[in-house]
Each structure stands twice: as structure tokens, then as C-alpha cells.
């Protein structure tokens, strides 16, 4: 239970500096597309992004053995129902993001069966991305 408070602030943490600084500075906006919740199997809602965008989550599970129980979070394309690939696959509680490139309609499709998730899509601006990149060691 500790262990998801500290994730829980963690998150809150980020969104805040997200919308503290892409409110304030010019050279990296920052603003949240869509947010998804649930939990088990689920397909979102399409939505609508320019690309770069980041893909954000946070998964937890209060119950049930941490070390087997797994997520993935697959996207696709909203239009044609095609497969564009794996975002995340996490064992146990965790909080990442992944950034993409691609602009267009998109639904992920989260598999779980005993964790709860958030999913959130955020778009940013070509400087943040890059210093992203950069910071990533150029991945």
C-alpha cells in the first residue's frame, strides 16, 4: 500500500510540473491530450495527437503476487485497426513513459488481469522531444 502512495505522488508530481512549466515557458509546452483508466483487459478511446507526443503510465496492483502478475500496453491505429506496436510490457507496480513520433488517431489496448492502470497521452514540442532523445542516451 506505501509502495503505491509513493508511485501515486510521484505521478501527480510530474503532471503538476508539467502544467507548471508547459504553462510558463514557450520552448517546451507540454499538454495532456487524453487520460485513460481502468483496470484488466481494455481497448481506450481513439484520440487525435500530432506527433511527438509521450505515452505515460503508471500501473499498480493491490492485490494478488507482484512477481506474475503483468501489463502490456499496445497501440494502434484508430482508422484502420492496425497494429503499431508494444509500448510497455511491467511486472509488477511501475510508472514510465515512451516517446513517439507518429501523428494520427490511435487507441492503445492495455492487457492486464489483476492491475489497475493510468495511461496518458501528452504532446510536446520538437525541443522537449529532442532533449528527451538527448537525455535517453539518443534512443
Same mark, same amino acid.
Given at each position: ?43 481506450? !478511446? &481513439? ?6 507526443? +509521450? ?10 503476487? $507482484? /512477481? ?44 492486464? !488481469? &489483476? ?6 497521452? +501528452? ?10 532523445? $538527448? /537525455?535517453?542516451?539518443?534512443?
Amino acid at each position: 500500500m506505501v509502495h503505491t502512495k509513493v508511485i501515486a505522488m510521484l505521478q501527480r508530481a510530474r503532471v503538476l510540473l508539467i502544467l507548471l512549466f508547459g504553462a510558463t515557458s514557450a520552448a517546451s509546452a507540454e499538454t495532456i491530450v487524453r487520460e485513460f483508466s481502468g483496470s484488466g483487459t481494455e481497448e481506450t !478511446r &481513439s484520440f487525435t495527437v500530432q506527433g511527438p507526443w +509521450i505515452a505515460n503510465w503508471r500501473v499498480w496492483q493491490d492485490y494478488g503476487d $507482484r /512477481d506474475v502478475a503483468n501489463i502490456e500496453i499496445f497501440l494502434y491505429d484508430a482508422a484502420t485497426g492496425r497494429y503499431l506496436g508494444r509500448i510497455t510490457e511491467q511486472r509488477g507496480d511501475a510508472v514510465g513513459d515512451r516517446l513517439i513520433d507518429d501523428s494520427g488517431r490511435f487507441h492503445f489496448r492495455i492487457v492486464s !488481469r &489483476s492491475h489497475r492502470w493510468e495511461v496518458t497521452v +501528452i504532446d510536446i514540442d520538437e525541443d522537449e522531444a529532442r532533449r528527451l532523445r $538527448r /537525455d535517453a542516451g539518443g534512443r
